[in-house]
């Protein structure tokens, strides 16, 4: 059973450029969630996402920043006219089908994306 | 809201001797609590979570953490620690709405 799949690992993008993030949860598992790692810091909540649903998006910027997860295909998180300060690690997590408080997330490697 | 929080930046142990990396919470209503370990560029690896039960929860890598709500702590612990436990450890608590927050973080030294 493969684990939570991310790609691109590493992204470079120029300043004004678009960068998408794709993120495909391990089998079974519906519910997806974003999370940002900012250099030598913990780990950010950014959005909680089932198929074709965004349940939470109380940690997204509210602007340049969006997310999906349609029926078909990956949970793809899209930062337009990326800056510098979107610099950082991205990572995806999955849950269940079932998702309650008692279910843990498994973690994505991560894409780390570097503006320049 | 719920939160955690990891007292040390990082900690050195000598190769052998046991660890500890303390994490303390603030949480209304039960907590589930959860360590995650982090190796150099990799994502987060899951360890242990408390939900209900056992103060004391046995993980992966010989790893357990102690609940303890007097104090409210969940300490993570090895008896013995390997040079390749050094890495980068997170504390985090589920928040309503079932995201994770996670505490800054402990680099953990082992020193052969």
């Known amino acids: 059973n493969a684990g939570v799949m991310q790609n691109p690992r590493h992204l470079v993008r120029r300043r004004g450029q678009e960068a998408r993030l794709r993120c495909s949860p391990m089998k079974g598992h519906s519910h997806v969630y974003w999370y940002r790692q900012l250099p030598e810091e913990g780990l950010k909540f950014m959005v909680y996402l089932q198929k074709e649903n965004i349940i939470d998006e109380s940690g997204m910027p509210k602007e340049r920043f969006s997310a999906e997860f349609p029926k078909e295909g990956p949970s793809i998180l899209r930062i337009q006219q990326v800056v510098r300060g979107d610099s950082a690690a991205y990572f995806c997590?999955?849950?269940?089908?079932?998702?309650?408080?008692?279910?843990?997330?498994?973690f994505g490697p991560g894409t780390r994306l570097l503006v320049l | 809201a719920q939160s955690v929080a990891q007292p040390e930046d990082q900690v050195n142990v000598a190769e052998g001797n046991p660890l500890t990396v303390k994490c303390t919470y603030s949480?209304?209503?039960?907590?589930?609590l959860f360590w995650y370990v982090q190796y150099p560029n990799r994502g987060l690896q899951f360890l242990l979570k408390y939900i209900t039960g056992d103060n004391l929860v046995k993980g992966s890598y010989g790893f357990e953490a102690e609940f303890n709500k007097s104090q409210t702590s969940f300490h993570l612990k090895k008896p013995s620690a390997l040079v390749s436990d050094s890495a980068l450890y997170f504390c985090a608590v589920r928040d309503w709405g079932d995201k994770i927050i996670f505490g800054k973080g402990t680099r953990l030294h082992i020193l052969p």
């Open positions: 997590a999955s849950s269940p089908k079932t998702a309650s408080t008692q279910e843990t997330q498994y």
């Open positions: 949480v209304s209503g039960n907590p589930y």
